[in-house]
């Protein structure tokens, strides 16, 4: 205030940098960096686990959903073992038994549209109490073995030839199980039974020309006709089939 009585206001106009020109961008190169080590990471980790383990993992995220439940994870306790552990689920978690037969199951599926589109009919997939089974089965007209006897006929060893490639460097045990219709075979002092087993015995040694050594076998067996596939008909073609079972211990 100057001796007139008039108030005297200064203005003092500071000069700075920019706002521009803080640190806020080096917060958003930090959470990227983070980001892009946590993905190199993963990568790492997945190429390390074994085919099991990603087979396992692939199925889990291929059915969950935060919408329906809040999932189950994996965890290994022993070296080699994986177990599935439950968080909060609103439904029953599958074991690792469920989710390694389903997998195998799809993949294998998968590799007969492929491979042999032309023998879907014939090459059945499914999943059984002791693991995976997969059934040679004879159609009218289009047999697995020549007809009476325990020669695999080229269909079949083409289809061996696929699953072989499938099953050669899993460790699980197999189980081959010959099976005939309800026809009598007379052929000197063969029956169906002893046809049903050498059949099975034909696959094993088929296998064996592909890598799948005799120590993995667990069951070579015959039934002849007491356990058809078709139970309507006994004398139907499709009853006729050996199948190979990947047995799959429970957890």
Request: aromatic share 8%; glycine share 6%; proline share 5%.
């Given at each position: 205030?100057d001796?007139?009585g ?13 706002e521009?020109?803080?640190?806020s ?6 959470d990227f960096v983070?980001?892009m ?13 074994s ?5 396992m993992l ?5 059915h969950?959903?935060i919408?329906?439940?809040a999932?189950?994870?994996f965890e ?7 177990q599935?552990?439950?968080?909060l689920?609103t ?10 037969a ?6 294998l ?15 059945i ?6 693991g995976?089974?997969?059934q040679?089965?004879?159609l009218?007209?289009?047999?697995m073995?020549?007809l009476g006897?325990?020669?695999l006929?080229?269909?079949a ?5 696929m699953i072989?490639?499938?099953?050669r460097d899993?460790?699980n ?6 099976h ?8 000197g002092?063969?029956t ?9 015995s034909a696959v ?6 592909h ?7 667990a069951k070579i067996?015959?039934h ?5 596939l078709i139970e309507?008909d006994?004398?139907?073609p ?5 199948s190979i ?6 957890t």
């Open positions: 205030m001796n007139s008039k108030t005297i206001i200064i203005k003092r106009i500071k000069k700075g940098h920019d521009a020109h803080g640190g961008w080096k917060i958003a190169f930090a983070l980001a080590m946590a993905f190199f990471l993963l990568m790492w980790l997945l190429a390390m686990v085919e099991e383990r990603r087979i692939e199925e889990y995220f291929k969950f959903s919408f329906e439940e999932g189950h994870m290994e306790k022993e070296p080699g073992v994986i599935a552990i439950e968080i689920p439904r029953p978690a599958k074991t690792e038994r469920e989710l390694f389903l997998a195998l199951e799809e993949k599926k998968e590799a007969i549209t492929l491979k042999l589109a032309h023998m879907k009919d014939q090459v997939v499914d999943i059984v109490e002791k995976v089974r997969i040679l089965v004879d009218e007209g289009e047999p073995f020549e006897r325990a020669e006929n080229p269909s060893e083409k289809a061996l030839a072989s490639d499938y099953i899993i460790p045990m197999l189980v081959i199980e010959g005939t219709d309800a026809k009598p075979f007379v052929a002092q063969i169906n039974w002893e046809l049903s087993v050498m059949r099975s094993r040694m088929e296998l064996g020309r890598g799948i050594g005799i120590e993995r076998i067996t015959g002849a006709a007491t356990k058809p309507d006994p004398f139907d499709r009853n006729r089939r050996v079972t990947i047995l799959i211990e429970a």
